[in-house]
């Protein structure tokens, strides 16, 4: 009964959402092809947890919680299935001439761990709310705006070692 | 106001958490304050940069199973803690068991009343001792002996 009552939410959130998830998949995979699978594969594990009465805060950030185990198993199978650390290719916007600005600001953030760098994508690619990005990454909200604080912080003192005038 | 508590009030408005009143209340100190306008703007030129590293570098973001790993050892560390603490509570716990038992032992044998230790003993001047009566090992009586003397 729960189910069907959630069912028109979940159609709703497949139409918002399937393409923000295709590209979330996407930008940690690196193919296209893959990506759709693994938003298949996360909208049946969302209706199978909605049907045993779970009932998120934010629908959305759920959904990309679920997707971001969904990210990590695949890429978990990717491994086994190759036997080998995955290289992925280098920057593939690397035509785009990044600016100082730019280029200061990724010198910061490839040395970040990776818990704060899916904030920062969360952040910037999916527009979450602090509220969304915890419950997407399941960890505390006063985590979530730690971290990304401390991330711009970093930025910020390296603009302006950079450029000290 | 304290500078750390500032940029993260700026960094918080920036990106559209901060309740409207106090948008307003930060908007009008820094109004008021332009000495401190220019460390906002530096924080929004930081937050520009990142959002269009988010943008143009996706290879920065990619799955590489780091955090959960962290998160997987953080977890296995804090079950294999949990186990080692239930162990030693165990053994603490065995430990002071025995010396209890022991030491209640002890005392039992050294409390009896000197009238009974008296008759304990094998001496010429005692009145009585203690025989098991046949057939109730636990029960005790008070046998009254003769006196020699």
């Known amino acids: ?165 | 106001m304290k500078p750390e508590s500032l940029d993260a009030l700026m960094i918080d408005h920036a990106l559209g958490e901060l309740p409207r009143e106090v948008a307003e209340l930060l908007d009008a100190y820094l109004l008021e304050n332009p000495e401190e306008s220019s460390r906002a703007s530096l924080l929004r030129e930081a937050i520009g940069a990142t959002d269009s590293v988010v943008q143009r570098r996706p290879d920065l973001f990619r799955e590489t199973g780091e955090s959960r790993i962290e998160k997987g050892f953080m977890l296995s560390l804090f079950s294999r803690m949990q186990t080692v603490a239930v162990a030693a509570f165990i053994c603490l716990a065995g430990v002071a068991g025995f010396f209890l038992k022991s030491e209640m032992a002890k005392q039992q044998g050294e409390i009896q009343s000197p009238a009974l230790l008296a008759t304990t003993r094998e001496s010429p001047w005692a009145r009585y001792h203690i025989e098991d009566s046949v057939g109730e090992p636990e029960r005790i009586f008070p046998v009254r002996v003769e006196s020699q003397h």
Not at chain 1, 2 to 12: G, N
Not at chain 1, 127 to 136: D, N, P, Q, R
Not at chain 1, 137 to 153: D, F, Q, Y
């Open chain 1, 1 to 165: 009964m729960e189910a069907i009552e959630q069912r028109p939410d979940l159609e709703r959130l497949f139409k918002e959402s399937a393409e923000d998830l295709a590209r979330y998949f996407s930008r940690r995979h690196d193919s296209g092809e893959k990506a759709q699978d693994l938003v298949q594969e996360t909208f049946l594990k969302m209706a199978r947890r909605l049907e045993t009465g779970n009932a998120p805060v934010h629908l959305r950030a759920y959904l990309f919680g679920i997707a971001r185990h969904v990210s990590h198993a695949a890429w978990k199978r990717t491994i086994y299935e190759r036997k080998v650390r995955i290289d992925y290719p280098d920057d593939l916007t690397a035509a785009a001439e990044p600016d100082e600005r730019v280029r200061a600001a990724t010198e910061v953030i490839e040395g970040l761990p990776e818990l704060q760098r899916e904030i920062l994508d969360l952040r910037f690619s999916q527009g979450f709310s602090y509220a969304e990005m915890a419950e997407a990454l399941e960890i505390p909200i006063g985590t979530v705006r730690s971290r990304l604080h401390n991330a711009i912080a970093l930025v910020r003192d390296h603009l302006r070692e950079n450029n000290p005038e």
